[in-house]
T-cell receptor
Framework: KNQVEQSPQSLIILEGKNCTLQCNYTVSPFSNLRWYKQDTGRGPVSLTIMTFSENTKSNGRYTATLDADTKQSSLHITASQLSDSASYICVVSDYKLSFGAGTTVTVRA | DGGITQSPKYLFRKEGQNVTLSCEQNLNHDAMYWYRQDPGQGLRLIYYSQIVNDFQKGDIAEGYSVSREKKESFPLTVTSAQKNPTAFYLC?????????????FGSGTRLTVV
């Protein structure tokens, strides 16, 4: 069973709208949680890294939150742009990285 | 600019052939990794190396081999023993394999069996 579960599997939003992606994990002990953006046919690019003591971290229009007690994280995209169309991957780290399957976001004009 | 370069971008393999995927980094990172990505699944670790001339199996090493003769290079060979090699392969690097170091990924190689 995958230790990192992401939802939804995919979503479609209109340009300018906001959206929130979810990540639930069972990895323990937990060192940090990362969100990556992966464009089609490209490698993942880091958006945020949060340690267990951090609750929120922002990178431009991307804001990640973390609740280490409930083992949940979310990634909020504000005022979406067409370039936000990508897969977003949640990665949880103890002594190794455990990857979620990703949420595919499609932004339409 | 520093980064990781994977080549080729697309690779086609015939049944029974071995093929080698290239990964080069100029970030002066100690650790390098190979991951496999299949649709609907998270990345899975094939092999990793923390130092030159040393490497360790990951979760799905069967049918693959690697070498680390130089700090900058970590090639992956997909052997004929790998029965389902069609996938997207990603190379990554980091400073010493540690919990809080960022990982830098290459742009990937898409391997298809023909």
């Amino acid at each position: 069973k995958n230790q990192v579960e992401q939802s939804p599997q995919s979503l479609i939003i209109l340009e300018g709208k906001n959206c929130t992606l979810q990540c639930n994990y069972t990895v323990s002990p937990f060192s940090n949680l990362r969100w990556y953006k992966q464009d089609t046919g490209r490698g993942p690019v880091s958006l945020t890294i949060m340690t267990f003591s951090e609750n929120t971290k922002s990178n431009g229009r991307y804001t990640a939150t973390l609740d280490a007690d409930t083992k949940q994280s979310s990634l909020h995209i504000t005022a979406s742009q067409l370039s936000d169309s990508a897969s977003y991957i949640c990665v949880v780290s103890d002594y190794k990285l455990s990857f979620g399957a990703g949420t595919t976001v499609t932004v339409r004009a | 600019d520093g980064g990781i370069t994977q080549s080729p971008k697309y690779l086609f393999r015939k049944e029974g052939q071995n093929v080698t995927l290239s990964c080069e980094q100029n970030l002066n990172h100690d650790a390098m990794y190979w991951y496999r990505q299949d649709p609907g699944q998270g990345l899975r670790l094939i092999y990793y190396s923390q130092i030159v001339n040393d490497f360790q199996k990951g979760d799905i090493a069967e049918g693959y081999s690697v070498s680390r003769e130089k700090k900058e290079s970590f090639p992956l060979t997909v052997t004929s023993a790998q029965k389902n090699p069609t996938a997207f392969y990603l190379c990554a690097s980091s400073k010493p394999r540690g919990r809080n170091y960022g990982y830098t990924f290459g742009s990937g190689t898409r391997l298809t069996v023909v």
